[in-house]
């Protein structure tokens, strides 16, 4: 593939921004705060909890896998990427702003407080596969670089906006005060978790200030055709590019491991502070700590993965980290509140935060385990990007949206029924480790077509 002139820096840094504005919704309302919260307090009980997320986050896993293909083709053949991300981000940040309304213990709000949930989440995901198609264009040979900024940049949003949210604004509901002693800021109370709650509205303001450089200064494409006409090519084209997908042996192998292990990738990090909130009795104070370190490691790892994958190539990259991930995820679930690696039982060795021999332990392999989410991410959009040419880009990554979410609702899902059906998380969120295994085994079919080139002097950011 003869590699295509980079875009200015302007919009580069401007592309990246979209990660740091977006993660703050999955790190301090799918992983760290609310959901936990939800689990904890507004369900009846934590396994309750544990079930309704799940399948909360598996129907917006299927809107997801119906509607990618399809916004994706249609903004391909009709152009204006931007309009498409615009009207999604309306109902992300409508979705996210509704979340305010899940009191404790307000069974009656359960379903609406899902429903925005799900919405925004599938608005989030949508909007993310128009942005990736965008990624290629603006990054020349220096794919990995920019794919792993845009993953770092994320999570240093997602740190930062979790830093806020429980130094300012999530108490605890016993001593009434913040992580650091502090009041709520704006006279929020720590009796009914206004804080938590609070976590919704916050990532959509956050969302729309950090979007803007954006649709400012990335280049869109022009209009080609009406909707309805976009509507129709689109779809036709679709329909094409999945029956001759089989045909492309490599790509079509790879698309499918992808699918797996990010399923399975996806599920993992989404249960991990309800896991931990249900099986430790984790205070606020600890989801807290557990979540500002844990986004700390995933940056690191983000931003190392990027020159690692632009010098080993992504497949070498996705090979050990999915494999480390099997492996100390494998270790996580062995633990509970006085058990470790299964057999070896523990009492709590003192007071005060993280108290137990499994919840120290737990902490740690947790942190590894965040190291490897950016990598994991980052190579996986790098590898397809630098398989495409430029006249198949959008196929590409429409279809990579599409198998990406086709089953993005099976783990969550698995989840929720195993752990209903067990009564018990652990037993529930350890068939995440299935998916991971069966992706890994099928990338090692896919062959090292996709020569890293190293040349990252083009991702300059200054």
Request: net charge neutral; proline share 5%; with cysteine.
């Amino acid at each position: 593939m003869a590699p295509e002139s980079p875009a200015t820096p302007r919009a580069r840094r401007a592309w990246v921004l979209f990660d740091f504005a977006q993660q703050p919704f999955h790190t301090i309302v799918t992983t760290f705060v609310f959901g936990p919260y939800f689990a904890s307090h507004v369900a009846a009980t934590s396994v309750e909890g544990q079930a309704l997320w799940g399948y909360a986050t598996a129907a917006a896993g299927a809107v997801v896998a119906i509607g990618a293909p399809i916004i994706g083709a249609v903004a391909d053949t009709g152009g204006r990427l931007k309009a498409w991300i615009a009207a999604l981000s309306l109902v992300f940040c409508l979705g996210s702003a509704s979340l305010w309304i899940a009191t404790p213990g307000g069974a009656a709000s359960i379903l609406l407080v899902l429903l925005a949930f799900a919405a925004a989440t599938a608005a989030a995901e949508l909007k993310t596969a128009l942005t990736n198609a965008m990624m290629p264009g603006l990054a020349g040979d220096a794919i990995g670089r920019l794919s792993g900024t845009g993953w770092g940049f994320g999570y240093v949003g997602g740190l930062i906006s979790l830093a806020i949210m429980l130094i300012f604004f999530v108490a605890d509901p016993v001593t009434g005060t913040t992580l650091v002693g502090l009041e709520p800021a704006f006279g929020l109370s720590a009796e009914a978790h206004e804080g938590d709650r609070l976590a919704g509205p916050f990532s959509a303001v956050w969302y729309l200030v950090f979007v803007l450089p954006l649709f400012l200064f990335v280049p869109d494409t022009p209009r080609r055709m009406a909707l309805t006409q976009a509507l129709k090519a689109g779809t036709g084209h679709l329909l094409s590019s999945l029956r001759a997908l089989p045909g492309r042996g490599p790509v079509f192998r790879f698309l499918i491991a992808r699918m797996l292990y990010q399923d399975g990738l996806n599920a993992l990090f989404a249960f991990g502070g309800i896991y931990a909130a249900g099986t430790f009795g984790w205070s606020t104070v600890e989801l807290g700590i557990f979540g500002i370190a844990i986004t700390l490691t995933a940056t690191i790892g983000a931003f190392a993965g990027g020159p690692a994958d632009d010098r080993f190539g992504p497949r070498r990259v996705l090979l050990m980290t999915l494999t480390l991930l099997l492996v100390f995820g494998a270790l996580i679930l062995s633990m509970d509140e006085t058990s470790v690696f299964w057999i070896v039982t523990t009492a709590p060795d003192g007071t005060g935060l993280f108290a137990t021999l499994p919840e120290k332990l737990y902490l740690g392999i947790a942190l590894v385990l965040g190291s490897l989410l950016g990598p994991i991410q980052a190579a996986s959009r790098s590898y397809l990007g630098r398989m495409a040419e430029p006249n198949e880009r959008g196929e590409l990554f429409g279809l990579y949206a599409f198998t990406g979410k086709v089953t993005a609702f099976a783990a969550p899902l698995m989840v929720g029924i195993v752990t209903g059906a067990t009564d018990s998380q652990r037993v529930g969120i350890s068939v995440v480790l299935v998916f991971i295994a069966a992706g890994l085994a099928l990338l090692l079919t896919v062959p090292a077509n996709v020569r890293a080139t190293g040349r990252s002097s083009i991702m300059r950011l200054d």
